[in-house]
């Protein structure tokens, strides 16, 4: 059965700690692995991984996935009180379909 | 910016009545899916659509059927709500390998 599983769940940081959320899958056919931010409403995009070991960067975030073992990290350094979202994984299959994880709930105090 | 929008933020409907959500994008994609999230469940897919007058089945499509007449344009249809369709609703647009774009959810609560 096909599963994406993120951890940790939750997460509390103080402002300007770095964050790794991580995310895991079990998908066959694989095509693509997704990020998203989602606050109090749409999930917005932040990252599509589709080779291993290339890590895409948006100011203080990044990502990188390892197909081989099949998982995929996202780094957030310099936490501010703005990154405070829940965190998507995605994984997409060659049928154009998207599983999703359920999310890490990420919270940064000042 | 492609825009996915969804014609309510919050429904309040009774057990039983028929509910449709209405999801439209003004992108011309072909793939359209529906969502619903709850609380540690994550997201899951209902329904989703390649093209107009095709559906497919998601992993919960009991309860619920789905409309494609136009490109732009994807409803979701709950037949008889019941409770345990309460829930946030979201509708997505993509085209081919593109992520996903979400709309900004319908919060359904069936009393």
């Known amino acids: 059965e096909d599963k994406v599983v993120q951890s940790p769940l939750s997460l509390v940081v103080h402002e300007g700690d770095t964050v790794t959320l991580n995310c895991s899958y079990e998908?066959?056919?694989?095509?693509?692995l997704l990020w998203y931010k989602q606050e109090k409403k749409a999930p917005t995009f932040l990252f599509m991984l589709t080779s291993s070991g290339i890590e895409k960067k948006s100011g203080r975030l990044s990502s990188i996935l390892d197909k081989k073992e099949l998982f995929s990290i996202l780094n957030i350094t310099a936490t501010q009180t703005g990154d405070s979202a829940v965190y998507l994984c995605a994984v997409e299959h060659t049928g154009n379909q998207f599983y999703f994880g359920t999310g890490t709930s990420l919270t940064v105090i000042p | 910016d492609v825009k996915v929008t969804q014609s309510s933020r919050y429904l309040v409907k009774r057990t039983g009545e028929k509910v449709f959500l209405e999801c439209v994008q003004d992108?011309?994609?072909?793939?359209m899916f529906w969502y619903r999230q709850d609380p540690g469940l994550g997201l899951r897919l209902i329904y989703f659509s390649y093209d107009v007058k095709m559906k497919e089945k998601g992993d919960i499509p009991e309860g619920y059927s789905v409309s494609r007449e136009k490109k732009e344009r994807f409803s979701l249809i709950l037949e008889s709500a019941s409770t345990n369709q309460t829930s946030m609703y979201l509708c997505?647009?993509?085209?081919?390998?593109?992520?996903?774009?979400f709309g900004n959810g319908t919060r359904l609560t069936v009393t």
């Open positions: 992108m011309d994609h072909e793939n």
């Open positions: 998908v066959t056919n694989f095509r693509s």
């Open positions: 997505a647009s993509s085209y081919r390998a593109s992520p996903l774009h």
